[in-house]
């Protein structure tokens, strides 16, 4: 089993930055070592992709309405994902929820763990 806890959402200025971090844990991550992945779901939305790294980092994809603002990588030592957001706009509000699957994917099925999510609020 996996376990995914995130942290680092507030409210933020139109502009500014955030650092989201997904923490695993587990007595089985170290044997999965998955792909990560960042969703969001804003009210009366789907849950959209954000960002994805496979196992060693090498590998990472971004939603067109994120990319050159918002950098995703990870730090397997600690077991820690993160997503660095810059530039942020009202648009980007919603609750942020970090994901782990088998491999690197956009869509919400091929994910296998969930955390709990974390609300970014931009306002004007």
């Known amino acids: 089993q996996v376990q995914l806890v995130e942290s680092g959402g507030g409210l933020v200025q139109a502009g500014g930055s955030l650092r989201l971090s997904c923490a695993a844990s587990g007595r089985t991550f170290s044997s999965y070592v998955p792909a990560m992945g960042w969703f969001r779901q804003a009210p009366g939305k789907e849950r959209d992709f954000v960002a994805a790294i496979n196992w060693s980092g090498g590998d990472t994809h971004y939603a067109d309405s994120v990319k050159g603002r918002f950098t995703i990588s990870r730090d397997n030592a600690k077991n820690t994902v993160y997503l660095q957001m810059d530039s942020l706009k009202p648009e980007d509000t919603a609750v942020y929820y970090c994901?782990?699957?088998?491999?690197?994917?956009?869509?919400?099925?091929?994910?296998?763990?969930w955390g709990q999510g974390t609300q970014v609020t931009v306002s004007s």
């Open positions: 994901a782990a699957g088998r491999r690197l994917a956009t869509m919400t099925y091929a994910y296998d763990y």
